[in-house]
């Protein structure tokens, strides 16, 4: 079926009927991925409202680089050889509140999902905590990598050496693990704007809360 654009596989019964359990089905974006997700099923649409993968790159096409808002960039086909790319989300229930983060790590056919209750945190925080905990994954420095994040908090505090005045040390922390990579940069995405792995990132931060709560 399709959920905010994109494909995803959607649990049914031998009838092919949605499997509705307590007001919701199960969906995965990638049969592989061990990670569920569940939604409401008046969420879910045809197979064919599901956006083309070019037509998806297209847009995303014209989403601005964070080192320069005039760089016009296509995901795609704008990114690096070997470029391992790290989807991040943060999320807060009541900021501060309960928080949760979700990261996507993606370089060629592998890929690892990262879903963590971290307490009781602002959702700036989360967002600061996803990216550490993406970076920290990694084995390689000497690969390119690109973050794609939609905190522009984050990004700036990350790249243009912004002073923080709260999450000093955590900043501090990530800004040093940077300095390992040869090549590393973040890319500014729009959030909720059906870009699939970003969808998946704030799936697993926002389900982190649920699990840590329960």
Same mark, same amino acid.
């Given at each position: 079926?399709?959920?905010?654009?994109?494909?995803?596989?959607?649990?049914?019964?031998?009838?092919?009927?949605?499997?509705?359990?307590?007001?919701?089905?199960?969906?995965?974006?990638?049969?592989?991925?061990?990670?569920?997700?569940?939604?409401?099923?008046?969420?879910?649409?045809?197979?064919?409202?599901?956006?083309?993968?070019?037509?998806?790159?297209?847009?995303?096409?014209?989403?601005?680089?964070?080192?320069?808002?005039?760089?016009?960039?296509?995901?795609?086909?704008?990114?690096?050889?070997?470029?391992?790319?790290?989807?991040?989300?943060?999320?807060?229930?009541?900021?501060?509140?309960?928080?949760?983060?979700?990261?996507?790590?993606?370089?060629? @056919?592998? *890929?690892?999902?990262?879903? #963590?209750?971290?307490?009781? +945190?602002?959702?700036?925080?989360?967002?600061?905590?996803? !990216? &550490?905990?993406?970076?920290?994954?990694?084995?390689?420095?000497?690969?390119?990598?690109?973050?794609?994040?939609?905190?522009?908090?984050?990004?700036?505090?990350?790249?243009?050496?912004?002073?923080?005045?709260?999450?000093?040390?955590?900043?501090? @922390?990530? *800004?040093?693990?940077?300095? #390992?990579?040869?090549?590393? +940069?973040?890319?500014?995405?729009?959030?909720?704007?059906? !870009? &699939?792995?970003?969808?998946?990132?704030?799936?697993?931060?926002?389900?982190?809360?649920?699990?840590?709560?329960?």
């Amino acid at each position: 079926m399709s959920f905010k654009g994109n494909k995803v596989w959607a649990q049914t019964d031998l009838n092919n009927k949605l499997l509705v359990e307590k007001g919701k089905v199960l969906i995965k974006y990638n049969l592989k991925q061990d990670y569920e997700y569940r939604v409401k099923p008046e969420s879910l649409n045809p197979e064919d409202q599901a956006v083309p993968a070019k037509k998806k790159s297209k847009e995303a096409s014209r989403k601005p680089d964070a080192k320069s808002s005039s760089n016009k960039q296509n995901f795609k086909t704008d990114l690096p050889e070997n470029c391992i790319k790290i989807y991040t989300d943060g999320a807060s229930s009541g900021n501060p509140g309960p928080a949760g983060i979700g990261a996507v790590l993606i370089y060629g @056919e592998k *890929r690892k999902e990262i879903s #963590k209750y971290i307490g009781s +945190a602002t959702n700036n925080f989360a967002e600061l905590t996803a !990216i &550490k905990a993406g970076l920290g994954e990694l084995k390689r420095v000497d690969l390119p990598v690109r973050i794609f994040s939609d905190s522009s908090y984050s990004i700036g505090l990350l790249t243009k050496n912004w002073k923080p005045k709260k999450n000093q040390e955590l900043v501090f @922390e990530i *800004r040093a693990l940077m300095k #390992k990579f040869s090549d590393l +940069a973040f890319i500014k995405v729009k959030g909720h704007s059906g !870009i &699939k792995e970003n969808e998946v990132a704030d799936f697993l931060a926002t389900s982190a809360i649920k699990k840590g709560l329960v």
